[in-house]
């Protein structure tokens, strides 16, 4: 189940809001810029559908996506426990970074956490299966899908240069441990 936790950045244990409701998270989220919604999707696959299934099976989505938000391509990305590289991937994904374009995503199968820091607070939105979430350029973020990432995310990209990471150095993440 999707959800949303909205801390003050200086009190890490306290939300003030936790809640599960996807007209709230909309809500909160749109409210800092952030697109969140949830798509009811008709689409089934095989846990071991190759991308080009799966960006195929999505394509009607996509169009629409990408037509609405001027991007240009897209992709699959695959996490799993036994990944050879997901603890790397994990730990650099970790740090609050930010990004020169938007960073979409729509989640196939699985879950992970984006975590957005601004105005002086922290919103942990958890997205799961059929969740879409557009992170806007230059917002502070990290991402994490626990120890043993199991998820299946479309990634929308005007340019896929411009999805590089821009690491802050600030050491927040350490303080909101979400996976």
Same mark, same amino acid.
């Given at each position: 189940?999707?959800?949303?936790?909205?801390?003050?950045?200086?009190?890490?244990?306290?939300?003030? @809001?936790?809640?599960?409701?996807?007209? &709230?998270?909309?809500?909160?989220?749109?409210?800092?810029?952030?697109?969140?919604?949830?798509?009811?999707?008709?689409?089934?696959?095989?846990?071991? &559908?190759?991308?080009?299934?799966?960006?195929?099976?999505?394509?009607?989505?996509?169009?629409?996506?990408?037509?609405?938000?001027?991007?240009?391509?897209?992709?699959?990305?695959?996490?799993?426990?036994?990944?050879?590289?997901?603890?790397?991937?994990?730990?650099?994904? @970790?740090?609050?970074?930010?990004?020169?374009?938007?960073?979409?995503?729509?989640?196939?199968?699985?879950?992970?956490?984006?975590? @957005?820091?601004?105005?002086?607070?922290?919103?942990?939105? @958890?997205?799961?299966?059929?969740?879409?979430?557009?992170?806007?350029?230059?917002?502070?973020?990290?991402? %994490?899908?626990?120890?043993?990432?199991?998820?299946?995310?479309?990634?929308?990209?005007? %340019?896929?240069?411009?999805?590089?990471?821009?690491?802050?150095?600030?050491?927040?993440?350490?303080?909101?441990?979400?996976?």
């Amino acid at each position: 189940m999707s959800g949303l936790r909205i801390f003050d950045e200086n009190a890490p244990g306290a939300p003030m @809001l936790d809640t599960g409701d996807p007209a &709230a998270i909309a809500r909160e989220l749109g409210a800092i810029g952030v697109r969140f919604e949830r798509w009811d999707s008709p689409v089934t696959l095989d846990d071991d &559908a190759e991308p080009e299934a799966i960006l195929a099976a999505y394509q009607p989505y996509l169009d629409r996506l990408m037509g609405e938000t001027g991007a240009g391509s897209a992709d699959v990305i695959k996490m799993t426990p036994d990944h050879p590289q997901a603890g790397a991937l994990r730990e650099k994904f @970790l740090n609050e970074h930010i990004h020169t374009e938007d960073e979409i995503r729509f989640f196939v199968r699985g879950s992970g956490h984006f975590v @957005l820091h601004t105005s002086g607070r922290v919103y942990d939105a @958890l997205c799961t299966q059929g969740d879409l979430i557009s992170v806007p350029a230059n917002i502070r973020h990290w991402f %994490d899908a626990g120890a043993k990432p199991d998820f299946i995310a479309l990634r929308v990209f005007t %340019d896929q240069s411009g999805w590089v990471a821009h690491f802050t150095g600030d050491a927040i993440s350490a303080q909101f441990p979400v996976a």
